[in-house]
């Protein structure tokens, strides 16, 4: 089963508005990365933070780690409707990982025009 | 954009045809993956390859198979589809080696439809 939980599952907010969605995960890891997919496509890299981060800045993303709680957090300030799309979180590392990311389920934003 | 493609980006085919998903990466990577997705749903990993000559299955139970001969070359066949085939495939690839951050760089898909 997939390690990763996302939370919400789906989330619609208007134009700039903040837009924060939560990753948990289960066992250690050595990073954990967000990705972005827009309908129909493949994913796309957004940002990676290391397990020994706590806060990363990209842009518009904000991305804070808590290794205690084993959760994640993707902020995208001052939203737009182009970043209408799901953000998948995904770990890397971990004990029998063989090099493979393990992807939560995604949540889907609408920034509504 | 990341430069690995993947053929054809749809393809609706009958049951019981034999098809081919076509992966390319043109980065040098030795890691490259297989994924099925539905839409809206998450990514299921069926296979992956660490390197030519090297393939092994995913997560996800696959009737799918692989083959890996050349390292930008990472193919996926369907000997006889079924409706059940019908998804979204997407082709990833990343680095092998120390440091790596096992970031990975997805094709834009092929999506399968099957009558």
């Known amino acids: 089963s997939q390690q990763g939980e996302e939370d919400p599952q789906a989330l619609s907010i208007q134009e700039g508005e903040n837009a924060t969605m939560n990753c948990s995960y289960k066992?250690?890891?050595?990073?954990l990365q967000w990705y972005r997919q827009n309908s129909g496509r493949g994913l796309v890299h957004l940002i990676l933070i290391r397990s020994n981060e706590r806060e990363k800045h990209s842009g518009r993303l904000r991305v804070t780690l808590d290794t205690s709680k084993k959760s994640s957090s993707l902020l995208i300030t001052a939203s737009r409707a182009a970043d209408t799309a799901s953000y998948f979180c995904a770990t890397s590392g971990g004990s029998g990982n063989t090099g493979k990311l393990i992807f939560g389920q995604g949540t889907t934003l609408q920034v509504k025009p | 954009e990341a430069d690995i493609y993947q053929t054809p980006r749809y393809l609706v085919i009958g049951t019981g045809k034999k098809i081919t998903l076509e992966c390319s990466q043109t980065m040098g990577h030795d890691k490259m993956y297989w994924y099925q997705q539905d839409p809206g749903m998450e990514l299921h990993l069926i296979h992956y390859s660490y390197g030519v000559n090297s393939t092994e299955k995913g997560d996800l139970s696959s009737e799918s198979t692989v083959s890996r001969i050349r390292t930008e070359h990472f193919p996926l066949t369907l000997e006889s589809a079924r409706p059940s085939h019908t998804s979204q495939y997407l082709c990833?690839?990343?680095?092998?080696?120390?440091?790596?951050?096992?970031?990975?760089?997805f094709g834009p898909g092929t999506r399968l439809t099957v009558l």
């Open positions: 990833a690839s990343s680095e092998l080696g120390l440091g790596r951050t096992d970031t990975q760089y």
């Open positions: 066992t250690s890891i050595n990073n």
